[in-house]
């Protein structure tokens, strides 16, 4: 878990990512569930600017790091579909990096649709696992590498289909838009590791690092729509 909370700082600390959680927090209300919640940064920015934030992560153990980390909010352990909400007693729904790693996420959709109240907004966010671009001196072996990491979780193109998501599940006003995150430098190199990198593919990609060479990027989809009955 520790590693896990390690890469998700690293990259919640970045300016593109301090940008896309502003996106994602528009027009959610004042009592808003986040869903895979993870180490609650996002439950504690809601809380601070007075929002009833409610943070859901099935990592018991992430719950509890929240929990130390951002008093002002509220933390369950709970699955996304199953919330543990009454039906229609949230503004906002707010689903960041988590629909990835459900086998099938139209039923978190659709427990988003359930807890949200008429006019309510939904909002999905997080990267597609086949679309990871690395500037390589082995192009084969990053693309093998990419496609590997994506097999490793349940749902990895889940974000093409977030709108779609929306839409099946009685969404309206559906918006979707890319936002990219990008690294030239060594701060990637752990999510580099993470994503299998090892011997000389990964010594490649720290050189590149040092001499100002490293091009990382990763798309972000991000999906919304409203409950309007």
Same mark, same amino acid.
């Given at each position: $878990? *520790? ?5 998700? @700082?690293?990259? @919640? =600390?970045?300016?593109?990512?301090? @940008? ?7 027009d ?21 600017r ?5 943070g ?25 579909? *199953? ?5 229609? *007693?949230?503004?906002?729904? &707010? ?8 086998? =099938? ?15 309510? &907004?939904?909002?999905l ?10 500037? *390589? ?23 093409? &289909? ?22 030239? @430098?060594?701060?990637?190199?752990? $999510?580099?590791? =993470?994503l ?34």
């Open positions: $878990m *520790s590693t896990l909370l390690a890469l998700l @700082d690293a990259f @919640d =600390d970045r300016p593109e990512a301090r @940008d896309l959680r502003e996106l994602t927090y528009r959610l209300g004042t009592t808003v569930v986040d869903v895979g919640c993870g180490g609650g940064r996002a439950v504690g920015e809601l809380a601070a007075g929002v009833r934030a409610i859901v992560d099935l990592n018991a153990a992430m719950v509890e790091a929240a929990a130390e980390r951002w008093p002002a909010g509220e933390f369950h352990v709970a699955d996304a579909a *199953s919330l543990p909400l009454p039906d229609g *007693s949230v503004t906002g729904y &707010r689903a960041d990096k988590v629909l990835h790693t459900l086998a =099938d996420p139209g039923q978190a959709v659709g427990e988003a649709r359930r807890v949200l109240a008429p006019g309510g &907004r939904a909002v966010t997080g990267q597609d696992w086949d679309t990871v671009l690395i500037d *390589s001196d082995d192009p084969a072996r990053t693309r093998a590498l990419v496609h590997a990491r994506a097999d490793r979780v349940p749902s990895p193109r889940v974000a093409r &289909r977030y709108r779609n998501l929306l839409l099946d599940n009685g969404f309206t006003d559906v918006t979707v838009e890319v936002r990219t995150a990008v690294w030239t @430098d060594g701060a990637c190199l752990p $999510m580099l590791a =993470d299998g990198g090892d011997g000389a593919w990964l010594d490649e990609q720290a050189t590149r690092a040092r001499e100002d060479r490293l091009f990382v990027a990763i798309p972000f989809v991000v999906a919304a729509g409203v409950r309007r009955q």
